[in-house]
């Protein structure tokens, strides 16, 4: 597993997190980074993704 889907799936968490407690106390400064953190999350899982496809495109496997 590539260390940018671990770094995404983290980012995603925090982000979640950010959200809901700007959410609750009605900081919409917080929920607002938690919104940019979630998607900077998605995105690094993605290219995280795609640098595992293209390793198991390499190594011959047939992964998802």
Same mark, same amino acid.
């Given at each position: 597993?590539?260390?940018? #889907?671990?770094?995404?799936? &983290?980012?995603?968490?925090?982000?979640? /997190?950010?959200?809901? /407690?700007?959410?609750?106390?009605?900081?919409? #400064? &917080?929920?607002?980074?938690?919104? &940019?953190? %979630?998607?900077?999350?998605?995105?690094?899982?993605? /290219?995280? #993704? %795609?640098?595992?496809?293209?390793?198991?495109?390499?190594?011959?496997?047939? #992964?998802?």
């Amino acid at each position: 597993m590539d260390k940018d #889907r671990i770094k995404g799936a &983290l980012n995603e968490a925090k982000g979640s /997190v950010k959200k809901t /407690v700007g959410e609750a106390v009605g900081n919409e #400064r &917080l929920e607002a980074e938690g919104h &940019l953190d %979630t998607a900077k999350g998605k995105a690094q899982g993605a /290219v995280g #993704r %795609t640098k595992d496809a293209a390793r198991d495109a390499i190594d011959g496997k047939d #992964r998802v």
